[in-house]
Each structure stands twice: as C-alpha cells, then as structure tokens.
C-alpha cells in the first residue's frame, strides 16, 4: 500500500559526492519519520541518518559532518547528500519511511525500498 522508490546510487571516486534520493507513494495520510540506512556485503544493516517531520535530525558518528538529509513534505520525498566520500561508505542504501496510513484505521507502520548501490572506489 506504500511505495519507497530510491534513486541517485552510482560509483565515485574517494572524496566525491553523490544525492540520493527517496519517494513515497501510496496510500498516505502522513509521514511522521524518513531515514537512510546501508548494508554492506557481510555487514548488517545500518542506520545512517533519520529526519522527522518537523525537521530534527540524527546521524550516525561515522558520517556526522559528511553526510546531510533533508525532505520535501509535499513530495514525500527524503534526500541524503553525501559528501567526501569514502571506501567505507560502499554499501547498499535503503530508504524508510515511518507512514500513517489512509484508512479508516490511520494506523501506523514503516516501509523500506529496494535499495540503491553507492560504490566508493578509485
């Protein structure tokens, strides 16, 4: 009933940027929360970096001064800028959403996307 559909993924050289980005469709009354998370091969998955509908953030150390989310309300859409890239940074990274649901129920639940590839490599 919701659709998270991640875009912006690609392959960088060490110290570059890339924008990703995340839209939400479907059956929505609202979104209470966005966020970024990553897994790498072998790894679990992360989060990276989370914003609320009123605007707060939170980001994980390892990417605090580097990495910047941002959202558009009207187009429920999320953005992780992300910036002076590093090896480690390669990971699958997923989008999710923390949804009110349009049904009579207005019940609440989190959805993921698919994924999009960030490689970091010279």
């Known amino acids: 009933q919701v659709q998270l559909v991640e875009s912006g993924g690609g392959l960088v050289q060490p110290g570059g940027s890339l924008r990703l980005s995340c839209v939400a469709s479907g059956s929505i009354f609202s979104i209470f929360a966005m966020g970024w998370y990553r897994q790498a091969p072998g790894k679990q998955r992360e989060l990276v970096a989370a914003i609320m509908k009123g605007g707060s953030t939170n980001v994980v150390d390892s990417v605090a001064g580097r990495f910047t989310i941002s959202r558009d309300n009207a187009k429920n859409t999320v953005y992780l800028q992300m910036n002076s890239l590093k090896p480690e940074d390669t990971a699958v990274y997923y989008c999710?959403?923390?949804?009110?649901?349009?049904?009579?129920?207005?019940?609440?639940?989190?959805?993921w996307g698919q994924g999009t590839q960030v490689t970091v490599s010279s």
């Open positions: 999710n959403a923390g949804v009110v649901l349009a049904t009579p129920g207005h019940s609440q639940e989190f959805f």
